[in-house]
């Protein structure tokens, strides 16, 4: 009977309730369809986080026979869970069966005990819920309550002890496969077999040798998964990593606390696991589970057989234990019914025992009560039991899952059933030249492929903020509850005569949207702001929408695009940034709306996108900053000009205005550093500070952060200073002006309002090394100090070796560069010229002014045909030394070292260099010595001069070698060639004594001691 209440309560109508499939029970059901595809058998599966392997062979039959579908998938966890209800009436009665010593009065009788046990798991809506949903977990209670049969099992009958006590260490290996959960299983297993040996010395050797027989089967067991594991530690720690409490080991004690709570007083809080917040006893069954615990507690001190101790403590022990899954993932959900899922089988033993020890109290009064021949036995009463946990807590059961829980909307939107709709809708849709479009929180949602074929067409909208317009034919758009856009927004892309007729949810309401156009249908884009933009040839900024923002909640802008072709990289995704007019930072995002992978040129996209906006944001203008960017490869595509060349990294957009808060943020919840609470004028406090970096060189910035809160409204406009004081008294100020760079003066200020003020002065480049202090000071309209300076830290200057001597150049010239800094020469080393070597140049610079942008150095070389065939691009001094702390008339030594490709063309080569800002692609305009515009770069040309065509050194292959003519033979003396490659080619002045001659600025052919000559052929 207790096997036909269970089978009845898990296998009636599935595949539903629940609906769904949820995202990862569907992810569980495409991993079981790829078990054993193509003879793979894993050992673990590292997709989706990591998963252990048993369940995906069991439920990897069941869609041998069944197919590949949501009813294998279910029907694989339920008859787990109807084999765990089985199993478990046989795991108890082999730990509570007397062997041959004789039985305390006090211990409960074995059978009624096992069938007690069993018919509360039957009929727990926790393990009912468990059992109807495709998740791996369901099999460590079954491999657990096997290991725990075998083990009673070998224990009672010594002449089969041996193979009882392997099979239960096999199994006890095997259930490392099951669950994340199950590695706290070893826990309660080992306190017994340590009781054991303490407890029974006179049977000691002979306990210790069944521990090591059983050890070592759980070893063998465990072995293959064991090394998997030495092999890639990452797919032990990942999981753990994510959920467990990382440093935050204080909040541990607490979140034990709050599992406890999970047995009869809170439960887990997550609908797709429970209904929210039921305990896993109701109120009579709690109450028995406290006397079962009670009257374990008890046996326990009574003086007992080592065995029953042994056992007795792998009870209590077996409680805290097996919470602690749950206990230790303080920042997830908690507790939690799935984490907790080790629990079973043996807590539902505690109940049981504690029911049968109520009713042994209770019946001498009812044998009192009723005449001898109405008297009933013990197994009558143990049936008696049985029955009405059936039919109560059984009953009570199938009303909340099948009534209270399974028809909420909830849990339908919970468990993705939408998604499962819009895959059934798909299945019998008329798809035939139209582009599918469905929004969703995840990118190819597993809940779709599990369920639909059509899923290879399908293109992604994530978030559900995005609408793209396909080049040609039809367009549909599916939008599930989870992610539905704004409808106002959406009315205003998708007209509602577009609107299809979709299934309802639980609650009658659609259970997603879903909207057709026809190419004829296709609304013109008309951007509130145009813009053009172009981001590599690949995709069009056309324009953009502003709503509006204020400071500490987001900006909300909605950009258009145009796809002009396919991306080089398939994760391209826009990244947006919140600056001020300072360049400072105040929100960022980095949405992934629609793959780049999906871009198909002809498409239009209409994206929402927010940005989060710091709490205590100044109001004032601000701009976004809007970028694409390839996490894969760590790229930026770049902006290109009308002419195709480079045009910066980012566009800009705004102003856009953002308001003041009306509430001020809690400056409990600000990220400040340094907290203070300081009264620092009449109704101005200053609430604490981020003091400024311990190092820096003159020139470099000094970012600090004032975080101010208004007392009332400030009467007076104040003044902030910053300076740096020294020890031996040189001082520097840093600023001097109202707060917010002089933008929002204190006299505007709000009752209560918080502003969040930041710096960034730049050090002066004459301030000299040492150790300064930087204090903060407020002044009163009329100049004067208000209350005394606050010092907010210390700050050592580090010198610059600055260079003021010309030195030595190989190839002087006279250019400037943006009336900004001069080109005062080069130097260049060509004896690595040649295929995968190196080209070396060293560049001499000198500042005219001082200069408030950090410029990037480009040097290109150019090929035969005016291609760039290598590159460098960086700031000056290998990204060390940037323009903005240069000092006039100081000179840089910017020394490069360019690899070459493996292949070179045969002909003249060029060197362009100049500078350029990285946002803007704009570079800095080169003047000759005479100011004539020269253009925007400096090109070195390393062509030999006119007439040396005779003897020049030829690239082939990797190799060098000199050609010869009749009159002038380039020889190989040693290893080295005699002429040096000058852009790949170079020759030898005809002279009556075969000299060497200085052509131009360049030397033809170069002497190198004795290493390198000319061999002379006519005399």
């Known amino acids: 009977m207790i096997l036909l209440v269970a089978a009845g309560l898990r296998l009636y109508g599935l595949p539903v309730p629940p609906p769904g499939p949820h995202y990862d029970e569907a992810a569980n059901g495409i991993l079981a369809a790829e078990v054993g595809r193509n003879g793979r058998w894993p050992l673990f599966l590292p997709a989706y986080t990591g998963k252990e392997v048993l369940f995906f062979y069991w439920a990897a039959l069941w869609m041998r026979l069944l197919g590949v579908n949501l009813l294998a998938l279910r029907l694989a966890a339920a008859l787990a869970g109807l084999l765990t209800v089985a199993t478990t009436a046989w795991m108890v009665r082999e730990l509570f069966a007397p062997d041959r010593q004789p039985s305390d009065p006090a211990d409960p009788p074995a059978t009624g005990l096992a069938l007690l046990t069993a018919?509360?798991?039957?009929?727990?809506?926790?393990h009912l819920l468990l059992s109807r949903v495709g998740?791996?977990?369901?099999?460590?209670?079954?491999?657990?309550?096997?290991?725990?049969?075998?083990?009673?099992?070998?224990?009672r009958l010594s002449p089969q002890r041996?193979?009882?006590?392997?099979?239960?260490?096999?199994?006890?290996?095997?259930?490392?496969?099951?669950?994340?959960?199950?590695?706290?299983?070893?826990i309660p297993l080992l306190v017994f077999w340590v009781a054991l040996l303490l407890e029974d010395r006179d049977r000691r050797r002979t306990w210790l040798a069944g521990f090591l027989r059983f050890g070592l089967a759980a070893l063998v067991a465990f072995a293959p998964l064991g090394l998997y594991f030495l092999r890639h530690p990452a797919a032990f720690t990942t999981r753990m990593a994510q959920v467990g409490p990382g440093a935050d080991w204080e909040a541990v004690p607490s979140a034990f606390l709050r599992s406890l709570a999970i047995f009869f007083w809170r439960g887990d809080p997550y609908i797709r696991f429970n209904l929210p917040g039921r305990p896993l006893f109701g109120p009579v069954v709690g109450f028995l589970f406290v006397l079962g615990l009670l009257a374990t507690l008890g046996s326990l001190r009574r003086k007992r057989s080592p065995q029953v101790r042994a056992r007795e403590l792998l009870l209590l022990t077996w409680l805290p234990a097996m919470l602690l899954p749950t206990a230790l993932a303080v920042h997830e959900v908690l507790p939690s019914n799935l984490r907790a899922v080790g629990l079973i089988p043996l807590v539902f033993l505690f109940p049981a025992r504690g029911a049968l020890l109520l009713a042994r109290w209770l019946s001498p009064w009812a044998d009192r009560l009723l005449p001898a021949s109405q008297r009933i036995g013990q197994a009558a009463r143990v049936e008696g039991l049985v029955l009405l946990l059936?039919?109560?807590?059984?009953?009570?059961?199938?009303?909340?899952?099948?009534?209270?829980?399974?028809?909420?909307?909830d849990l339908f939107e919970q468990s993705d059933g939408d998604l499962a709709a819009i895959a059934a809708y798909l299945n019998q849709a008329d798809l035939e030249a139209t582009t599918v479009y469905v929004a969703s929180i995840h990118y190819r949602h597993p809940t779709l492929a599990f369920l639909s074929p059509v899923y290879p067409q399908v293109r992604w909208l994530v978030g559900g903020q995005t609408l793209v317009y396909p080049a040609q034919g039809d367009a549909l758009y599916l939008f599930p509850r989870s992610a539905r856009p704004d409808p106002a927004w959406l009315d205003r892309y998708l007209p509602a005569s577009a609107r299809l007729e979709t299934p309802p949810g639980p609650d009658g309401a659609p259970a997603f949207l879903a909207y057709r156009l026809s190419p004829a249908a296709m609304p013109t884009l008309t951007p509130q702001r145009p813009q053009d933009a172009d981001f590599g040839h690949v995709l069009r900024l056309l324009g953009y929408d502003l709503e509006e923002a204020t400071s500490g909640d987001r900006v909300t802008v909605t950009l258009y695009w145009q796809v002009q072709n396919r991306p080089p990289l398939g994760d391209y995704g826009t990244y947006l940034r919140l600056e001020d007019s300072w360049g400072h930072v105040w929100g960022e995002s980095g949405p992934f709306h629609y793959p780049a992978e999906l871009w198909t040129p002809g498409e239009r996209i209409v994206d929402r996108l927010t940005v989060p906006v710091a709490p205590g944001a100044p109001p004032g203008d601000y701009r976004l900053r809007v970028s694409l960017y390839a996490p894969s490869a760590g790229a930026t595509l770049s902006l290109v000009d009308a002419q195709g060349g480079y045009a910066g990294q980012a566009v800009r957009l705004g102003p856009i205005p953002l308001a003041r808060a009306p509430t001020p943020p809690d400056p409990a919840r600000l990220p400040i550093r340094h907290r203070l609470e300081q009264a620092m004028g009449p109704g101005l406090t200053l609430l604490g500070y981020d003091p400024p970096p311990d190092r820096r060189r003159p020139g470099e910035r000094l970012p600090v952060t004032l975080y101010w809160q208004a007392g009332g409204a400030p009467t007076e406009d104040y003044t902030v200073r910053l300076r740096l004081i020294s020890p031996v008294g040189e001082e520097a100020t840093l600023y001097e002006d109202a707060p917010v760079h002089g933008t929002y003066p204190t006299g505007r200020w709000t009752p209560g309002e918080?502003?969040?003020?930041?710096?960034?002065?730049?050090?002066?480049?004459?301030?000299?090394?040492?150790?300064?202090?930087?204090r903060l000071e407020l002044l009163s309209p009329a100049g004067s100090l208000i209350g005394e300076a606050l010092p907010l830290g210390k700050v050592t200057v580090e010198p610059i070796a600055r260079q003021f001597e010309r030195p030595a150049i190989g190839h002087p010239l006279e250019v400037t560069l943006g009336h900004q800094v001069a080109l005062l020469g080069y130097d260049l080393d060509l004896g690595e010229f040649r295929p995968g070597g190196l080209l070396r140049l060293t560049l001499y610079w000198q500042p005219l002014t001082t200069m408030e942008t950090d410029y990037t150095v480009f040097v290109h070389l150019l090929g035969p045909e005016g291609q760039?065939?290598?590159?460098?691009?960086?700031?000056?001094?290998?990204?060390?030394?940037?323009t903005t702390l240069w000092l006039p008339p100081e000179i840089v030594v910017d020394a490069y070292a360019i690899p070459l490709p493996t292949s070179l063309p045969k002909g003249a080569y060029r060197l362009e260099v100049g500078l350029y800002q990285v946002e803007t692609g704009e570079r800095l305009p080169v003047f000759d010595g005479a100011g004539r515009l020269l253009g925007d770069q400096?090109?070195?040309?390393?062509?030999?001069?006119?007439?040396?065509?005779?003897?020049?050194?030829?690239?082939?292959?990797?190799?060098?070698?000199?050609?010869?003519?009749?009159?002038?033979?380039?020889?190989?003396?040693?290893?080295q060639c005699c002429c040096t490659s000058v852009g790949a080619q170079c020759c030898c002045a005809s002279t009556p004594r075969n000299g060497l001659e200085v052509v131009g600025?360049?030397?033809?052919?170069?002497?190198?001691?004795?290493?390198?000559?000319?061999?002379?052929?006519?005399?």
């Open 868 to 882: 760039v065939v290598a590159q460098e691009d960086r700031p000056p001094g290998g990204g060390t030394y940037p």
């Open 754 to 774: 918080v502003v969040v003020d930041r710096y960034d002065p730049r050090l002066p480049r004459t301030l000299p090394p040492g150790t300064f202090s930087l």
């Open 162 to 186: 041996g193979r009882w006590l392997t099979l239960a260490g096999l199994l006890c290996g095997l259930t490392a496969y099951t669950y994340l959960a199950a590695r706290a299983f070893p």
């Open 390 to 409: 059936l039919l109560g807590p059984g009953g009570i059961t199938a009303r909340d899952y099948f009534f209270r829980y399974a028809s909420r909307t």
């Open 135 to 155: 998740f791996r977990a369901i099999l460590q209670p079954l491999l657990q309550a096997l290991t725990l049969a075998a083990l009673g099992r070998g224990m």
């Open 938 to 975: 400096v090109l070195l040309d390393l062509a030999p001069p006119a007439g040396c065509d005779q003897n020049r050194l030829e690239v082939v292959g990797a190799q060098r070698r000199c050609a010869s003519t009749p009159r002038n033979r380039l020889e190989v003396v040693g290893a």
């Open 1001 to 1019: 600025a360049q030397c033809c052919c170069t002497s190198v001691g004795a290493q390198r000559r000319c061999a002379s052929t006519s005399g």
């Open 119 to 126: 018919a509360l798991l039957a009929t727990s809506f926790w």
